[in-house]
T-cell receptor, first 109, second 113 residues
Framework: GQNIDQPTEMTATEGAIVQINCTYQ??????LFWYQQHAGEAPTFLSY??LDGLEEKGRFSSFLSRSKGYSYLLLKELQMKDSASYLC??????????WGAGTKLIIKP | DTAVSQTPKYLVTQMGNDKSIKCEQN?????MYWYKQDSKKFLKIMFS???????INETVPNRFSPKSPDKAHLNLHINSLELGDSAVYFC????????????FGEGSRLTVL
C-alpha cells in the first residue's frame, strides 16, 4: 500500500526553528509537495521537490532524499501566523497525489 | 479575482436530502478535482476531471455524482445525504494531470443532521 507518515502535532516557540519530517512509501515517485493549511481555510502551496537536496524559499526550506523516502520542511524565525497544519503529498507513478494526514504546528509566544 | 471558487461555503441539511456544490476556476486549468476532508483532516481524492472527462473515480458511493459542463466547472451532486457525509469538500484545479500543484477553493462545509 501507499503510505505517508508525518507527526500529528508539534509545538515550537516564536522566533525559533522547527523541522517537520515526512516519510513515504509509494508506488513510484514523481515529486513531493508541502502545503500549508490554516484552520478553516484551504491548503496553499509551499514547495515542490523532485530532485534530492534543499530548496530554499525565504523562511521556508524543503529537503528531499529519494533514496530514503524522506523529506522535511524547515521553518525559520517562526511567527505566530505560522501556526497551521502542514501537509506532505507525494506524486506517485500514476501522477496521483498521495496525501499525509498533516502536522499541526502550534507556535507559542 | 478568486482563482477557484466554490459555493455554498456552508451547507446544513437533513439526512436523506439531495444537495449540490458548485465549483468554478478562472485559471484556464485543464484538470479539476473534488476532495473530502473529514474531522481527522485527511484529504481524500474523490474525483478528477481532465478537459471534462472523468479520470479518477475513487471508491465513493454512487450517491455522489460529479458533473463537468466545461473544463472551468466541476459540480458535485450528492443524493440521499447521510450523517457520514458531513465534512469539508474542497474543489481544486491544476494545469494538467501531470502538473501537481493544486489550487484549492475555500471549501464547502457540509453538515448533515
Amino acid at each position: 500500500g501507499q503510505n505517508i507518515d508525518q507527526p500529528t502535532e508539534m509545538t515550537a516557540t516564536e522566533g525559533a526553528i522547527v523541522q517537520i519530517n515526512c516519510t513515504y512509501q509509494t508506488s513510484g515517485f514523481n515529486g513531493l509537495f508541502w502545503y500549508q493549511q490554516h484552520a478553516g481555510e484551504a491548503p496553499t502551496f509551499l514547495s515542490y521537490n523532485v530532485l534530492d537536496g534543499l530548496e530554499e524559499k525565504g523562511r521556508f526550506s524543503s529537503f528531499l532524499s529519494r533514496s530514503k523516502g524522506y523529506s522535511y520542511l524547515l521553518l525559520k524565525e517562526l511567527q505566530m501566523k505560522d501556526s497551521a497544519s502542514y501537509l506532505c503529498a507525494v506524486v506517485d507513478s500514476n501522477y496521483q497525489l498521495i496525501w499525509g494526514a498533516g502536522t499541526k504546528l502550534i507556535i507559542k509566544p | 479575482d478568486t482563482a477557484v471558487s466554490q459555493t455554498p461555503k456552508y451547507l446544513v441539511t437533513q439526512m436523506g436530502n439531495d444537495k449540490s456544490i458548485k465549483c468554478e476556476q478562472n485559471l484556464g486549468h485543464d484538470t479539476m478535482y473534488w476532495y473530502k476532508q473529514d474531522s481527522k483532516k485527511f484529504l481524500k481524492i474523490m474525483f478528477s476531471y481532465n478537459n471534462k472527462e472523468l479520470i479518477i473515480n475513487e471508491t465513493v458511493p454512487n450517491r455522489f455524482s460529479p458533473k463537468s459542463p466545461d473544463k472551468a466547472h466541476l459540480n458535485l451532486h450528492i443524493n440521499s445525504l447521510e450523517l457520514g457525509d458531513s465534512a469539508v469538500y474542497f474543489c481544486a484545479s491544476s494545469a494538467g494531470v501531470e502538473t501537481g500543484e493544486l489550487f484549492f477553493g475555500e471549501g464547502s462545509r457540509l453538515t448533515v443532521l
